[in-house]
Nanobody
Framework: QVQLVESGGGLVQAGGSLRLSCAASGRTFSGYVMGWFRQAPGKEREFVAAIRWIDGTTSYADSVKGRFTISRDNAKSTVNLQMNSLKPEDTAVYYC?????????????????WGQGTQVTVSS
């Protein structure tokens, strides 16, 4: 079955960088859209970024555009999220997700597979 395992979270000061990785297994993901979502305490899960595996088409939330970059590594079957210029409001649990669709998706309900999440904490 599909398994998504995130890594790379941690504690960083404002202005710093972190790189999250999502190891995807159990399926050929060429026909999938992969996404990153985040959820802060007391808030709803929100879209961060997505990438269409087959051609690398990307989409970003306005709040992270210009600071975060999503990419995929076909050889390693991983999806990465490079986060630069981090702000305290980026603090959340970050989740990797997969959707068996061919068009970019930004709604969490369209993603059928989820990882366990990794904590990102940005101190001011």
């Amino acid at each position: 079955q599909v398994q998504l395992v995130e890594s790379g979270g941690g504690l960083v000061q404002a202005g710093g960088s972190l790189r999250l990785s999502c190891a995807a297994s159990g399926r050929t993901f060429s026909g999938y859209v992969m996404g990153w979502f985040r959820q802060a305490p007391g808030k709803e899960r929100e879209f961060v970024a997505a990438i269409r595996w087959i051609d690398g088409t990307t989409s970003y939330a306005d709040s992270v555009k210009g600071r975060f970059t999503i990419s995929r590594d076909n050889a390693k079957s991983t999806v990465n999220l490079q986060m630069n210029s981090l702000k305290p409001e980026d603090t959340a649990v970050y989740y990797c997700a997969a959707a068996n669709v061919i068009t970019i998706q930004t709604m969490a309900s369209r993603f059928g597979y989820w990882g366990q999440g990794t904590q990102v904490t940005v101190s001011s």
